[in-house]
């Protein structure tokens, strides 16, 4: 008993004289200790029911637990892991009815009934969009700005993501009013919100992409919330200007707006030089009209006389070509080599401007026309006017390809499946190798069940075309839908079929390629390939429809008159025509000079002391003749000339202030002066 208890004893004096173990990790708290808890038993697994041995339905792929194999992916429905798989569709499917995208009542299954031996329930149906896509679109909007209203930020980031859900299913590639009225919202949230004028910019740019607008609000946005950030607001810059020359309705805009700045430039910068010149030398006009009158007129009569001889075609409502044809000709014998070319020049390109002005308004109409109805349908997103106008247009008898088309798109697009082939049809009719009509038309007879028209549609294309990526998506995707259809011995050259088209398509477009390789998206707008009006095409329409001529006849009528404008290019030449000519007159008229001192005339009817024609006769007296002249009339002349240099200078600092380029024009540097 004794050892036992010593043997305790020393026990527990090792315990206590040892050393204690250091604590390498922080205490935690007591609220991140994890209490463990009771897992609940998982239920038994449900008996499978078993199918009565004795069934003589003769389907040998049917499945008996405990009797027959379990069918492979291959027996049943066999689906490319690289289109997606029943697990895949399914997945997109209730993603789609999540979405609110379609009900039952709107998918359809594009081909015919499975072949027996297949289980049609496998093969995923495609989803139209909903019937009352607009309405809700338009009813989205409205109570986003009712929750904008009440500052209901949540509520409003809610509808704003179901727009952009609804602008995917309907298929619209802008929502050009909703993306303006964002880029306002952005522009006015500058000053007081940079960031949510960010976000809402950005948003603008996702609903409508096409949009400039919206690039601007992001790029304005982005340099007011971060100056330093220079990637960001120079790529939106950029993405700005690719959207206007892109879209064809930016572009005709921007190409009038430059067209007319440009011709309008030019024709207030040549008459300014017109009459900069002929300002300079009005003085010496003045003095040989003088001569024209007897002996003791008095100037102020003469000079009432050539000023009113200059005026008279504006009195008499001639235009102000012949103003400033009177004008040039009025001082030409007084100007220089260098003023006289410009000027001749001038007159000329003058008479050009009516065919200019009607050249671009070729190159540049679209708003008006039908083309930009069209545009707006195709890409502008719901508005009532616009659809109806297409619609009346697509319905006469000689309703252009255009207009078909994109009403058999709109059609197809919203789900109207027997209107789109039947318009899409006509469109095909109109012109047989258009790409466009080609692959809409194959796009709605595949949603129509017609998958051997679908393909004969898609391979007129393809044959004209090898190149298409459009070509190759519709294929890739109805080949994969036919291998679902096909039986088990048939789906394997179909499903090959598909990915030989989806390989070429990741060769011509990598991003479509790789978008069709992912999880399928079975709403129909985003499971079949788009297409569009090109920007050319509908720029080539609106020329066709434009009217040159009255932009052409309005700018003839406000620079020549009653001169039509088919004649305005002989106006200007025969002006310039003029013009050189009557410098051969100057030998006969003898016209006065300027004198380089003190600015008089130089003039030998009235003055018989000049000798060369730099210097009048009093200048010549006082430089060359100093001692016989008296000192104050020489101390007056050198007053005079001092005076008259000064206010030159000054005439030529005002003109520069004035007018860009007018002090050369007074300086006689009339070339400098343009």
Known sequence: MSVRLLFAILCGVLALTAPARAQTKRPRPVEDIEIPTLKKPAPPPEELPVEDASDDSGDEDTFIPGKTERPRARD???ESPDFGSSKRDA???SDAALLGTADAGNAVDAGAAAPAGLSDKSIKPLILPPADGDAQLLAAWAARREALGRSAVHEMLEHERKIARLREELGYSNLLTIGAALSHESKALVRSDAAEAVRRAVLATQLAPDLPAAH???????WSEDLADFGRYLDATLQAVKATWREPRWRAATLAEIAAALLGAFLLAGAAVVLLVFLRHVRYFLHDVHHLFPSGSWRAQTSLAGILFVLLPLLFGLGPFLFLFGLALASWLHMGRAEKAV??????????LPLGASLV???AAFSGTRAELIYLVEHGGPDGAPTQELQALADRADAPFEALFAQGHRARRRGDVPAAVSLLRQAAELKPGSP???????NALFLAGDLDGARDSYQRLLNANEASPMAHHGLARLYDRRAQLARREEAPGQLAESQKHQRRLVELDPQAGMAIAGDTDLRSNRYLPATTLGGAQLMKMAAEEAHPSWVGDDLSKRLFGPLPCSLTWLAGLLAAGLLLLFSLLQEVIVPCGSCGKCGRPVCRRCDVEVVGPGLCGQCVTILAQRGAVDPPARASKELHIKRYQRLRVWAIRLC???IPGGGQGVSGQAPLSL
């Open 656 to 658: 520069s202030l004035l």
């Open 91 to 93: 997945g997109a499917s």
């Open 76 to 78: 049943a429905g066999f």
């Open 361 to 363: 308004e070729r190159e």
């Open 343 to 352: 000027v001749a020049a001038l007159m000329a390109v003058f008479g050009l």
């Open 216 to 222: 601007w609000a992001v790029a304005r946005s982005a």
């Open 436 to 442: 466009q009509a080609l692959i809409e038309l194959g």
